[in-house]
């Protein structure tokens, strides 16, 4: 475990509509004057605890060391989920305990995991609807400021976890879907590259999605002519279909959850 | 009055698509680069002056004493209205004086309001578009300077309020309006906790909104089935309305302005 | 050239959806965790190179002297357009070259530019899709923490520049076109006060886009009665046609690259 940096990341489903945010921020300043904020998203899909684990893995490792990373999407808010927090190897987290940390806890077995009970970290009216800021923005302030983990409460060694979608490979076909479509409507799977070389090979192959097949990988989205649609692997080094300056989402109408095909040729690989 | 602490708020309806709230921060930071900036919202309905009090309202006093609130939604920029600042128990606002700080003189009658007429705190040259660069941010960073808010003007006592729509309880009906939708689609009325429970007391009573009937208070989101609507109170205990991991607004087709009505029962509380 | 002072804005066409803004954030403050970040705006029109020019002109000015100015707009992400840096007379720009910078070279003819060239200011590992992580975020990092722009990689003379549309002056008419949309609705041209002032003087003028026709320049929007079309220098200085509290783009139907004109009367100037 790495001395926190003073730095608090925030992802939530809130928006920037309203004040939630910046209410949360409030109280982390209120706490701890000196921390320095960023805002990772504030655009999860509402309630949407995949999405969110999944934004998170993309995200926080190009922190420093020592970062508290503070994700609250939480459709249980006031019910039985614990809130919890993490100490990693790294980076610390803070959230409630509903499977947003599933990523984090696959890549890093050994991290304490903390639930939340001492009161004096909190604010001292806590409501039933708005833990972020009464719950997870005061704790995160409190690790930021240096507060160790173990002060917050016991040890616990069964947090959620969620069912992430990984990819099947049996025989010629890898079968993944899509997880993600971003801003640039780009539709990105859940195969890596590493995933798909090791299936593939040197082999030929048609990557299938809603109809539309592909048969290379391009390594840019400027190799292909505009308009055109293009298989690559993106900055994240998972599958990704794009439409050269266009959007892909609208081009092929596919969305989160729909399969991804890859046929990989039987014979000999092919001359590229 | 309590010394600027360096932070200093933004709250616009300039949106983010634009380079006009970036602009404002460079002004900030070119008087005082030490300033610590933090988004409120920049999504207020554009023009919507009750709105921005409102949301100033929720969020402004769970920041540090000694901050800067700057508001700026301003539909008459370089007419008549003037500019403001105004020094509270903990907060300081800067903003134009067309209502936008009803709530804060309410809750703070004792506060210091000043008319902005010094120019050199200004930028030399006035737009008559877009005071918020060229009065309100240069103001805002001299005051998170350290400024005393009377170098800027003279105090002014007749600060312009809004009529804040409250609720109006008569025998046995509260009568509310929706003042708010969130990001979640919740519906937000104006009618608080205390007020709720003063009129109710242990008797039943059935919320009405747009025909829709509902007869308890829940205490989370999570007590009710998904996709059911329930009431319950919401951060800002004000009473809300909402449907359990979906949209309330879409279901109940309600907006801004819509009446929220409690009828209360004649007997004995019912035991629930 | 001024010292860098530790500020950095960023300018993107990535949205908040995605981690990817969040992400050069990190980037960023791993290799100078006293940086100061500011966000200009990541809503650029996707891919829209000339429009994040004009975005970066608007703002940039108003930052302190020694900001790095990080713009990202980058649809030939990972083909033959350089990564490159500029060194201007008080301020630092890094990002693709491909015409970003082409009013800021315009206005600044002496700025030193260089083509980012060093892989040890680089991340180790350099994708083919996301260089704002890999290249342009340390790049910037390493200029705010003082590294002088000649250590990135050597001077370069040939620095891509856009054809940024100029209004046509000829006889009595100045022809210019719409060039942005703001938040608000309204239509900026690319028509100066000073370029009208100059043609027009003090003679009689009818403004027309799309069959509207307006025969005065207002000071403020508020002159106008609400619901009403206006014309009025913005802050900017630059032509806009508005609506009184309302959408001027709406009700005008006025898109980007939409003629405007100013038809002068041939007579002596009308009393007004």
Redesign the interface.
Known sequence: MVPA?G?V?L?TD??????????M???I??IF?EA????????VT??DVLEASL??E???????AG?VHLVVVD?????MRRPILIAGREHYFVGPDNGTFTRVLDSDPDALVVEIQERRFLLPNI????HG?DIFAPVAAFLARGIAPEEFGPAVRDARRLQVPVPRIWGDQIRGEVI?I???GNIISNISREQFQRAVGDRGFRVLINGKIIDRIH?????QEQGRTLA????S?LLEIAVA?GRAERRIGAGKGDTILIQIDEGPAPVR
Chains 1, 2, 3 share one sequence.
């Open positions: 940096c730095l990341t992802t809130f928006s920037l509509t309203d004040s939630y945010v910046g209410t921020k409030g109280v300043l209120r004057p320095r904020l960023v805002d990772i998203t504030h655009q509402p309630q934004v998170l993309g995200g926080y490792r190009f922190f420093p970062t459709p249980s808010v006031g019910g409501s039933d609807t708005f800021r993600h971003d801003s640039f390594r840019t989205y400027e190799e690559l692997f993106g900055s080094d300056e």
